[in-house]
Each structure stands twice: as structure tokens, then as C-alpha cells.
């Protein structure tokens, strides 16, 4: 299963991006879906969490500023982030679970860049 995100980019403190991840619409309302970051020399960590009920977690780093949403329809996950901050510069991945399994990661993207900086 192929994820394609996007959306990524470089932004200023306090702006806002919108990241998609596009799977294959007739599988994807079937998934549990995740967005991940990761910093070179630090450890992946968890963003945001959807699962097929539209359920959503958050790492506490990000909570009331990001927000998971998904599009069955359309086969695509979101991830909007508002109020920016230079510590959420990162590759941002989105990840699939099959079966709403989300304490596993089927399949990954290849990752978006987001840099915040002045």
C-alpha cells in the first residue's frame, strides 16, 4: 500500500500548514491512521491518531494547535497545524494499520519536511 504525503514546506513561528496523505481509497476507510515526526538523532514520535470511527489522540505537545481529520471518500488524511513552533520542525510521516489495529504501522510514507523558522 502506497502513502504519498505532502504539504509540507517552511513557515514562519505561528503560522499554519496543512499536511495530506493520500492511500488507496477502496482500503483506507478500513485503516487506523497515524502521523509521525521525526528530528535526526531523535527518537519517531507520535503526532496524531484517527481510527475508523474518527476517534482522535494527540501527542501533548501538539494538542488544541493540530488537528487529525480524514476524507474516506477521497482516501485522504490531514493533519492541520496552526500556531506554529520552531520544536515542530521535523519529516512528518503518516502510517496505516489495517483492521484499525492502531497500536500497529502497516505502511509509511516517505515523509514531508516542515521547517518553522524566522
Known amino acids: 500500500v502506497q502513502l504519498v504525503e505532502s504539504g509540507g514546506g517552511l513557515v514562519q513561528p505561528g503560522g499554519s500548514l496543512r499536511l495530506s496523505c493520500a492511500a488507496p481509497?477502496?482500503?483506507?476507510?478500513?485503516?487506523?491512521m497515524k502521523w509521525f515526526r521525526q528530528v535526526p538523532g531523535k527518537e519517531r514520535e507520535g503526532v496524531a491518531t484517527?481510527?475508523?470511527?474518527?476517534?482522535?489522540t494527540y501527542a501533548e505537545s501538539v494538542k488544541g494547535r493540530f488537528t487529525v481529520s480524514r476524507d474516506n471518500a477521497k482516501g485522504i488524511l490531514y493533519l492541520q497545524m496552526n500556531a506554529l513552533k520552531p520544536e515542530d520542525t521535523a519529516m512528518y510521516y503518516c502510517?496505516?494499520?489495517?483492521?484499525?489495529?492502531?497500536?500497529?504501522?502497516?505502511?509509511w510514507g516517505q515523509g514531508t519536511q516542515v521547517t518553522v523558522s524566522a
Open positions: 481509497v477502496v482500503t483506507f476507510a478500513g485503516y487506523c
Open positions: 484517527i481510527d475508523v470511527y474518527e476517534d482522535t
Open positions: 502510517a496505516a494499520a489495517r483492521n484499525n489495529y492502531c497500536s500497529r504501522s502497516d505502511y
